[in-house]
């Protein structure tokens, strides 16, 4: 079955470096979605691309979905503790979502 | 007011136990879902209910038994409870049943077997 794959697993980053999760899939998709989950919490939806090489940001996230609409990234700026979590992409599979297993970030102060 | 709860927040119990967690949105929207999120923070779906029909049926074993009294409401109910179903397990739900849809996630249920 369609799977999205994502790395990095893990990332242990200084307050105020740059960080970036990338999500890939076998087969084009139609859309992307992306969730964040803080330490303890619960999913939360934060963006979804659409067109082919669309770039969205978010304050210092940005977004974008591959021209073949096959990849995805996610890349924020300047880190803060704040970003602290694990980070979804999520796929479209059927009638619902199939999530990569996640980016987990830490950021030390 | 909370879009998507569950109950309880956290559950200990026996292997062989059968247990129940419930779901509520009151966001208007038609599809729930329940996903178990592993150890490892593995998001898998296992249910999806649309209007209070069953969509998909991933490979979850029989022990599992969801069900929606309305479409406001996904309950999951456990059977024979094993080490293995430790997890935390989240309820979900979005406007309609296609993957164009933001999901929302209730807080999960913190499920461990001992």
């Known amino acids: 079955g369609q799977q999205v794959m994502q790395i990095p697993q893990y990332q242990h980053v200084q307050e105020g470096e740059d960080f970036t999760t990338y999500c890939n899939s076998s087969t084009t998709l139609s859309n992307i979605q992306w969730y964040k989950q803080r330490p303890g919490g619960h999913p939360v939806f934060l963006i979804q691309l659409v067109k082919s090489g669309e770039v969205k940001k978010q304050k210092r996230l940005t977004f974008q979905f591959g021209e073949a609409k096959k990849n995805s990234s996610l890349h924020i700026t300047a880190t803060q503790t704040t970003d602290v979590g694990t980070y979804f992409c999520a796929g479209p599979r059927y009638s619902t979502l199939t999530f990569g297993k996640g980016t987990m970030l830490l950021v030390s102060p | 007011d909370t879009a998507v709860s569950q109950t309880p927040k956290y559950l200990v119990t026996q292997m062989g136990n059968d247990k129940s967690i419930k779901c509520e949105q009151n966001l208007g929207h038609d599809t729930m879902y329940w996903y178990k999120q592993d150890s490892k923070k593995f998001l898998k779906i296992m249910f999806s209910?649309?209007?209070?029909?069953?969509?998909i049926n991933e490979t979850v074993p029989n022990r599992f038994s969801p069900k929606s009294p309305d479409k406001a409401h996904l309950n999951l109910h456990i059977n024979s409870l094993e080490l293995g179903d430790s997890a935390v397990y989240f309820c979900a739900s979005s406007r309609e049943t296609t993957a164009s849809y933001e999901q929302y996630f209730g807080p999960g249920t913190r499920l461990t077997v001992t």
């Open positions: 209910y649309n209007n209070k029909e069953l969509i």
